[in-house]
């Protein structure tokens, strides 16, 4: 059972950066098996629906029309693949099926479509979660009627970061679609990118925006940066290496993301690729436990089945099992 939720301010999430390293980690991990079963994981996978071509201007992002990085647009897939990469994300042991799609928002007449592929995706027996950009209150209640378990919206970095990454939308605007999803009785997944330039007062800022949420996301996923020439973020950091996240202190935002977000799934999400198995171990030592698994991420790299498969038999992990609800018969 969960203890009861503790409000963190922001210089108690601090304190807890400073705390000497093998202590932080030995408070994550104690947090984690209170809450958690010990040595389980869940597997996710991740399949773009629908790449490239999005209006917003994330500094980041590959998938953004206003950055040359070389990446071609598709159109949003057919139904069919996607329930054949659902089956095959099932038979190698994922129990969570996630759908992203790079637009703004969708269209109302994408909406058909996507809400065929949560109930077929459900009736496999497998979690859904869903990426598309920013709802309406509408959009939320259709995606809720399907049976979607989860909605991803991440806030990618702090309020006062936020403005220097991404101008075409606010932060408000990311809270706003939130609340929506919430409001339609959907969890919610919500993260960010470490690695941007950012400092650790950044860090703290951003998990304080996710543990004050009056419901704190039940998963959070951490990315670390993969920089892709042609992305804005690419060309600054190019030059400043130092900008970039080392793996201390990555470890130690997944400990201090596990201890102020007990109940939720904290999640290794893009640039696990480049990690070592040393510093994956001390990331779920300090509370992660929950991985993308396969060898793609929308347009990024990723570990790969079977480099995963190694590093949980030396670990001693097994795959978390998850059951999803069935989903509504008809409407």
């Given at each position: 059972?969960?203890?009861?939720?503790?409000?963190?301010?922001?210089?108690?999430?601090?304190?807890?950066?400073?705390?000497?390293?093998?202590?932080?980690?030995?408070?994550?991990?104690?947090?984690?098996?209170?809450?958690?079963?010990?040595?389980?994981?869940?597997?996710?996978?991740?399949?773009?629906?629908?790449?490239?071509?999005?209006?917003?201007?994330?500094?980041?992002?590959?998938?953004s029309?206003?950055?040359?990085?070389?990446?071609?647009?598709?159109?949003?897939?057919?139904?069919?693949?996607v329930?054949?990469?659902?089956?095959?994300a099932?038979?190698?042991?994922?129990?969570?099926?996630?759908?992203?799609?790079?637009?703004?928002?969708?269209?109302?007449?994408?909406?058909p479509?996507?809400?065929?592929m949560?109930?077929?995706?459900?009736?496999?027996?497998?979690?859904?979660?869903?990426?598309?950009?920013?709802?309406?209150?509408?959009?939320?209640?259709?995606?809720?009627?399907?049976?979607?378990?989860?909605?991803?919206?991440?806030?990618?970095?702090?309020?006062e970061?936020?403005?220097?990454?991404?101008?075409?939308?606010?932060?408000?605007?990311?809270?706003?679609?939130?609340?929506?999803?919430?409001?339609?009785?959907?969890?919610?997944?919500?993260?960010?990118?470490?690695?941007?330039?950012e400092?650790?007062?950044?860090?703290?800022?951003?998990?304080?925006?996710?543990?004050?949420?009056?419901?704190?996301?039940?998963?959070?996923?951490?990315?670390?940066?993969?920089?892709?020439?042609?992305?804005p973020?690419?060309?600054?950091?190019?030059?400043?290496?130092?900008?970039?996240?080392?793996?201390?202190?990555?470890?130690?935002?997944?400990?201090?993301?596990?201890?102020?977000?007990?109940?939720s799934?904290?999640?290794?999400?893009a640039?696990?690729?480049?990690m070592?198995?040393?510093?994956?171990?001390?990331?779920?030592?300090?509370g992660?436990?929950?991985?993308?698994?396969?060898?793609?991420?929308?347009?990024?790299?990723?570990?790969?089945?079977?480099?995963?498969?190694?590093?949980?038999?030396?670990l001693?992990?097994?795959?978390?099992?998850?059951?999803?609800?069935?989903?509504?018969?008809?409407?």
């Amino acid at each position: 059972m969960h203890a009861p939720l503790k409000r963190w301010s922001k210089a108690e999430i601090a304190a807890l950066f400073d705390l000497p390293f093998l202590d932080l980690v030995a408070r994550a991990h104690e947090v984690h098996r209170a809450n958690f079963p010990t040595n389980a994981v869940q597997l996710s996978t991740l399949l773009s629906i629908k790449t490239g071509g999005c209006a917003e201007d994330c500094g980041y992002c590959s998938q953004s029309a206003h950055h040359e990085t070389g990446l071609k647009a598709s159109k949003l897939m057919d139904a069919d693949t996607v329930l054949a990469a659902a089956r095959e994300a099932k038979a190698g042991g994922s129990g969570r099926f996630c759908m992203g799609a790079a637009w703004r928002s969708p269209k109302e007449r994408d909406m058909p479509a996507l809400t065929a592929m949560v109930r077929e995706v459900k009736a496999l027996g497998l979690e859904t979660c869903m990426t598309l950009g920013m709802l309406s209150d509408d959009q939320a209640g259709q995606l809720a009627d399907a049976g979607l378990d989860y909605y991803n919206h991440n806030i990618d970095t702090s309020p006062e970061k936020y403005g220097e990454l991404i101008t075409t939308r606010t932060f408000e605007d990311r809270l706003d679609t939130l609340d929506r999803v919430r409001n339609a009785g959907i969890s919610v997944c919500c993260g960010g990118i470490l690695g941007m330039g950012e400092s650790r007062e950044d860090r703290v800022s951003f998990l304080h925006a996710l543990a004050a949420m009056p419901t704190p996301p039940e998963s959070v996923p951490l990315n670390a940066l993969v920089p892709i020439a042609g992305t804005p973020l690419a060309e600054i950091l190019k030059d400043v290496p130092t900008a970039r996240i080392d793996d201390v202190e990555f470890v130690r935002t997944v400990a201090v993301a596990r201890i102020t977000m007990p109940a939720s799934m904290v999640r290794l999400s893009a640039g696990r690729e480049s990690m070592g198995d040393t510093t994956q171990a001390l990331c779920f030592m300090a509370g992660a436990n929950s991985i993308f698994t396969g060898d793609r991420l929308l347009t990024t790299g990723n570990a790969g089945e079977d480099r995963d498969a190694a590093l949980f038999a030396k670990l001693g992990l097994t795959p978390m099992r998850v059951q999803a609800e069935a989903a509504p018969s008809c409407c």
